[in-house]
C-alpha cells in the first residue's frame, strides 16, 4: 500500500520502502540519481522541477514514481505541488531538498538581484519546502529532511559569494531544526558534496573554458584538484549518503552535514 513502511529488524525501526518521498530538483544530476536510489530501495518517490520532460522521463524509466511540476521559489506553486503529491500517493515521510543553482562573479561585481536569485533557490526554496511538509512528518511520527548544501556550506570558495552565503544558511538550517525535532522521529541532515559530475558542474567548466581559453581537459583538471582523491564525485555516491541518512540505521544522527568530497573538508 502506497505512504506505508515496513519495520526492519534493526530496532523496530523504520526503512524508506513504502515511503513516499519527495525529492526537489529530481529530474537531473545529483537529485535524479538520489530519486533512483531512494526508487531502488522501495520509496515511493515523487521528482519535483521546473521542466516537466526530465521528470517525465524519470516516471517513464521506473526511476521514480510521480513527478510534480513547480519552481521551488515560488511557495505558493510548492505547496500545491507537494498537495498534489500526497494526494496522489499518499502522506509524506522523506523530503530531499535537492534543487539548487550557482552563478558566478567577484564580489565588486555581484549584483543584487544574482544574490537574491542564489539565495531564494538555494536557502529560501529549502525553508518553503519543509514548512510545507515539517507538519506531516510530524503528526505520523517519523520522517527523514535531508538537504543537500555543498562543501561552499562548510568553508569558502572565490567568485561565489552568494551560493557559499545561501549554503552556510541550509547547513545552519539543518542544524536548528535537528534540535527542534529531535524528540520527534523526524531527522534532519545535510549532505555536502564537492564538484560533482553533473550537468550543472558541466555548464560551470563551460564558462570558465569560454572566460579563460583553457581546454576543457585543463579545466577539468583544475576543478578535480580540489579534491584529496583528485576525480570528480559521482552523482550515485552523493545518493548512497542521503539513502543512508533516510534507512534505519541514521536514526541517531540529526543535525549533520556530511562532506562527500574526497577529504577536501575535514
Given at each position: ?57 524519470m516516471l517513464a524509466e521506473g526511476d521514480a514514481a510521480g513527478f510534480a511540476q513547480a519552481d521551488v521559489t515560488d511557495a505558493a506553486a510548492l505547496a500545491a ?93 539543518t542544524r536548528a531544526l535537528a534540535l527542534e525535532t529531535a524528540k520527534s522521529g523526524v531527522t534532519v541532515n545535510a549532505v555536502c558534496p564537492g564538484y560533482t ?70
Amino acid at each position: 500500500m502506497l505512504g506505508c513502511a515496513r519495520t526492519t529488524q534493526a530496532g523496530g525501526k523504520m526503512d524508506p520502502a513504502g515511503r513516499h518521498a519527495l525529492v526537489t530538483g529530481g529530474g537531473r544530476g545529483i537529485g535524479a540519481a538520489i530519486a533512483r536510489a531512494l526508487t531502488a530501495a522501495g520509496a515511493v518517490v515523487t521528482v519535483l522541477g521546473r521542466n516537466p520532460a526530465p521528470l517525465a522521463a524519470m516516471l517513464a524509466e521506473g526511476d521514480a514514481a510521480g513527478f510534480a511540476q513547480a519552481d521551488v521559489t515560488d511557495a505558493a506553486a510548492l505547496a500545491a505541488a507537494v498537495a498534489r503529491a500526497e494526494a496522489a500517493r499518499g502522506p509524506l515521510s522523506i523530503l530531499v531538498n535537492n534543487a539548487g543553482a550557482v552563478e558566478t562573479a567577484p564580489f565588486g561585481k555581484l549584483q543584487r538581484d544574482a544574490w537574491d536569485r542564489m539565495i531564494a533557490v538555494n536557502l529560501t526554496a529549502v525553508y518553503q519546502a519543509t514548512q510545507a511538509v515539517l507538519p506531516g512528518l510530524l503528526a505520523g511520527g517519523w520522517g527523514r529532511i535531508v538537504n543537500v548544501a555543498s562543501t561552499a556550506g562548510l568553508t569558502g570558495y572565490p567568485y561565489v559569494a552568494a551560493y557559499v552565503a545561501a549554503k552556510h544558511g541550509v547547513v545552519g538550517l539543518t542544524r536548528a531544526l535537528a534540535l527542534e525535532t529531535a524528540k520527534s522521529g523526524v531527522t534532519v541532515n545535510a549532505v555536502c558534496p564537492g564538484y560533482t559530475e553533473t550537468d550543472l558542474l558541466a555548464d560551470s567548466m563551460a564558462k570558465v573554458v569560454a572566460k579563460t581559453g583553457k581546454t576543457e581537459q585543463e579545466v577539468r583538471a583544475t576543478f578535480a584538484r580540489s579534491n584529496p582523491q583528485g576525480r570528480l564525485v559521482a552523482p550515485e555516491e552523493v545518493a548512497a549518503a542521503v539513502l543512508f541518512l533516510c534507512g534505519p540505521a541514521s536514526g541517531a544522527m540529526t543535525g549533520q552535514a556530511i562532506a562527500v568530497a574526497g577529504g577536501e573538508v575535514m
